[in-house]
């Protein structure tokens, strides 16, 4: 505005809100309609101070919507609000917004829809495991269906956050450890909630989080430090957002971590230099609860203030709860401690998303005229997630599945029934739509046939509560367990967590099978019937002993709503399971971190050999260095074979392709699927790179008999990383790859990477 005069300024202001309010009120030209940076301009210039402060702050909604709460949103204080509300109460505040504030600009309003809304599904590393991204992206439609229906429409969701630390409770909540599997997983994710576009009424607006480096907390504690070098951080750890962002999510969150000593909201590099400049992307970005204010705990700033002129300036758009850029930014900007081009730019981005979600264009604020109810087609999809989740670690003697044979079971553990509980960690379906397993198994059996028994009991005093029976360490429940187990032709023992054993702030140093658990199971093998582990869990637990008493081994992590039907599907063989884990389960605590794509080390332990193989090598004296399950693992029903590896080229040229594959047989009796997985290793490079890593992989059916060729096609692209300045190469050399079930076997290939 500068030096315009007051008449001039009048008039233009005349004539922008002229402009605006046409268009807001009449339809307009597609060409019109189209020019969003256009209509964006034409609010800026109107705003004032406050009503741009307000577009960047977000308000939890309080238990009581009070007149005042209601004033403050006609008067644009907020661009954001979120929480339990109910429709009805979304509606009237939306309604506030576009018709009775000065500038009718829409609220965005959020929620934490994690896995599932109406009907709840599996929690996202469950889905990960079943290493199947239309399947993903098929749950996330009828998600942002269910939730778009009750109002909602933007969630802070995918998390993408590489995790490889199973004592963080958090790990529930992404897709494991590998940038690869979580990078298709999270744009799968993003696609599903965002089809067909942002402005159709049943779209609801991604946000990956949490950005970046939150997953590697130290020591696995919820909100810890992070340490992590620049060329791990782009190699891994960006991964999934950089191809979240490719995929078009419309918002970014800032997670709580440091890293390297600087919050991620208020970091510049990650925010600004990585993702505005380098990636370009254009939504934008809102901070984690309160993380903007907890600037002053970190220890880079002085007050609120401070605070919040460092998160604007490192490019946090949008403060979740605290308020501090309600409080300060006016102030900041009269001292000229902050940039209005920077309010200008952080609003832009704000309004540029409510604007490509049709916000501003009518789009309809839904309020159910009755409860909304799980409909038999999306707990198909949720049955199918879960039974597609479960990861088969063991099964001697073919003990699964149950054969026509077993006429009566005993169910054994709290969590065989306890609905809330199969539904995982920020669930927001009803438990009191959970079909649990022993109803299941009641359904399938009949009640007279199947004997159940919780085996667990609180300690004195506690509260009777599943959390309380598995942490328990008392046995007075034994005795009635071992009782039903004696009575059965096969004992299912259900072991694992509640749900509010992981997730958020649900950060364990001890992974084992908590409580008794591990002690019920040497009670019930004196039964002498065969015992089936199913384990419940929203993290990698550690039961090697215990697993040693089973006759199998089935995770089935936490499955949501239709969790019992799925895990009866599995037992009984109506679906093979086909699951893979998607991080590595460790032998001991001890051994975290632990991963897959570790590097090597100067002194690598051998893979084989005597146990008196020389002591100074980079191992344990108490157990091996190796996982007790490797990532990518899971057993079937059935045995697939891999044999008849070929390539068409021993070179790989800088801009050509080479082709690896195998023959996959199914030599079982069942039709099954199986997930088969491509890793590559550079073998000396100017960077050690990993020992392997995954570039592709192919989930495919097969009857039995039945042979499939798999073609994997690399590109010498996907073999590059960054060196130690920082320079994103592809360096020639020898490589080895593998087609593989898994990452610890395989078919090997050897092949070289030809100089540009």
Known sequence: MGLASTGAKTAMSILTAFTFFALASIPAPISLMNNIEGRIDTLLHQMSIEEKLGQMSQVALPDQVTPEFKDAVRKGKYGSVYGWGSPKVRAELQKLSIEESRLKIPLIIGQDVIHGYTTGFPIPLAQAATWDPALIKEGARATAKEATQDGIHWTFSPMIDIARDPRWGRIAEGYGEDPILTSKMGVATIEGYQSPSLAAPDSLAACAKHYVGYGAAEAGRDYNSTWIPEGLLRDVYLKPFEAATKAGVATLMSAFNAINGVPASANPFTLRQVLRNEWRFDGFVVSD????????????????????????????????????????????????????????????CILRIKFRMGLFDGRHQSVPDHDLLPTEEVKSIGRKLAGDSHVLLKNDDNALPLTSSVKTVAVIGSLANSPSDQLGTW????????????????????????????????????????????????????????????KADVVLVFLGESSGLSGEASCRSDIN????????????????????????????????????????????????????????????????????????????????????????????????????????????????????????????????????????????????????????????????????????????????????????????????????????????????????????????????????????????????????
């Open 513 to 756: 099978l908590p409580g008794s658990q591990a002690e019920l199971v040497s009670e019930l093998v004196k039964s002498g019937k065969p015992l089936i582990g199913i384990i419940m869990a929203g993290r990698p637990l550690i039961f090697h002993e215990t697993a040693a008493k089973l006759s199998a081994v089935l995770y089935v992590w936490q499955g949501g709503t239709m969790a019992g039907p799925a895990i009866v599907d599995t037992l009984f063989g109506d679906i093979v399971p086909s699951g893979k884990l998607p991080v590595t389960f460790p032998q001991s605590v001890g051994q975290v971190p632990l991963y897959y794509d570790h590097l090597n080390t100067g002194r690598p332990p051998a893979l084989t050999g005597p146990a008196s193989e020389d002591r100074f090598r980079s191992k344990y004296l108490d157990v091996t260095f190796t996982p007790e399950y490797p990532f990518g693992f899971g057993l079937s029903y059935s045995k697939f074979t891999y044999s008849n590896g070929s390539m068409t080229s021993p070179v790989l040229h800088n801009l050509g392709t080479v082709a690896f594959s195998a023959d996959i047989t199914n030599a079982g009796k069942f039709a099954a699927s199986e997930i088969v997985q491509f890793y590559t290793h550079q073998i000396a490079a100017t960077v050690a790179r990993p020992v392997r890593e995954l570039k592709d992989f192919q989930k495919i059916h097969l009857e039995p008999g039945e042979t499939k060729n798999v073609i994997f096609q690399l590109e010498a692209s996907e073999l590059g990383f960054h060196n130690s300045h920082m320079k994103l190469v592809t360096e020639p050399g020898h490589f080895e790859a593998w087609i593989a079930p898994d990452s610890a076997s395989g078919i090997k290939f050897n092949f070289e990477l030809a100089k540009a």
């Open 427 to 486: 669930a927001n379906a009803d438990a009191k739509h959970s079909i649990t397993p022993l109803a299941s198994l009641e359904s399938r059996m009949g009640k007279e046939n199947v004997f159940y028994a919780s085996g667990q009991v609180p300690e004195e005093g506690q509260k009777d509560n599943v959390e309380n029976r598995i942490l328990s360490k008392s046995h007075h429940g034994f005795l009635e367990a071992l009782a039903a187990a004696q």
């Open 289 to 348: 609860y309160m993380s903007v204010h907890e600037l002053i705990a970190h220890g880079v700033a002085v007050d609120g203030a401070d605070a919040a002129r460092k998160a604007i300036d490192a490019g946090v758009d949008m403060e979740m709860v605290s308020d501090d850029y309600l409080k300060h930014g006016a102030q900041l900007l009269a001292e000229k401690k902050l940039d209005i081009r920077m309010i200008d730019e952080a609003v832009r």
